[in-house]
């Protein structure tokens, strides 16, 4: 899915996360506690064999789906209380705490490791993401079945679909036809 826009940095690895699975086609790249902690460590998120079990994967997913229905916040939806208290879950699980680096920049940084450390890390992702005005920019599909995360690159952020080839255009398919149904 190479023309669907993806950002960089913080607000990019927020979206990576979100899209390792596709709702609308598969695959589901985090199918296992195994390819959780894989995918952990491809973003750099656990160093060396970090093992990961069922809770973790359910962790996982559960934050995934709030981090999504966050992002949805910036395409028009409500804002729910359920992903607001599983991202404070993830975040006072990972105990993330202040911490300056050796550049002298603040970011926030779990106390805890393993998985749940790197959970927490994707949710001080987040954190700093939001704090970037482009954060307004990750939204998601429109289409219900697809809501893929998409960085909106357009001047007057006023994309609604994740690519007009794929759902953009089944959208404009299926006005067509409760068109012509009402003609
Ligand atoms: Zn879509």
Same mark, same amino acid.
């Given at each position: 899915m190479?023309?669907? /826009?993806t ?8 979206? +990576?996360?979100?899209?390792?699975? /596709?709702?609308? $086609? !598969?695959?589901?790249?985090? #199918? #296992? ?13 656990i160093?060396? =064999?970090?093992?990961?079990?069922a809770?973790? %994967?359910? *962790?996982?997913?559960?934050l995934?789906? +709030?981090?999504?229905?966050?992002? !949805? @916040?910036?395409?028009?939806? @409500? ?7 599983? %991202?404070n879950? @993830? ?6 705490r =202040?911490?300056?680096?050796? $550049?002298?920049?603040?970011? &926030?940084?779990?106390?805890? !490791?393993g998985v749940?450390?790197? &959970? !927490? ?6 954190? #700093?993401?939001?704090? $970037?005005e482009?954060? #307004? ?14 960085? /909106?690159?357009?001047?007057? *952020? ?14 404009k ?9 009402k003609?």
């Amino acid at each position: 899915m190479a023309d669907r /826009d993806t950002a960089t940095g913080s607000i990019g690895l927020v979206q +990576a996360f979100v899209n390792s699975v /596709d709702l609308e $086609d !598969g695959p589901e790249k985090l #199918t #296992t506690p195994d390819a959780l902690a894989d995918w952990l460590s491809g973003q750099g998120l656990i160093r060396g =064999a970090s093992a990961a079990d069922a809770d973790d %994967l359910k *962790h996982a997913i559960a934050l995934r789906e +709030a981090l999504r229905g966050l992002i !949805g @916040a910036n395409s028009g939806s @409500a804002v729910y209380p359920l992903d607001v208290a599983t %991202l404070n879950e @993830a975040a006072s699980a990972s105990k993330l705490r =202040a911490r300056f680096g050796a $550049d002298g920049k603040a970011r &926030l940084e779990p106390d805890v !490791g393993g998985v749940t450390g790197a &959970l !927490g890390r994707i949710v001080a992702a987040a954190f #700093t993401a939001m704090a $970037d005005e482009d954060w #307004t920019r990750l939204k998601l599909c429109s289409s219900q079945t697809c809501r893929w995360a998409f960085f /909106d690159r357009s001047r007057n *952020h006023s994309s609604r679909w994740c690519t007009m080839a794929a759902c953009g255009n089944r959208e404009k398919a299926r006005r067509f036809r409760a068109q012509a149904r009402k003609a």
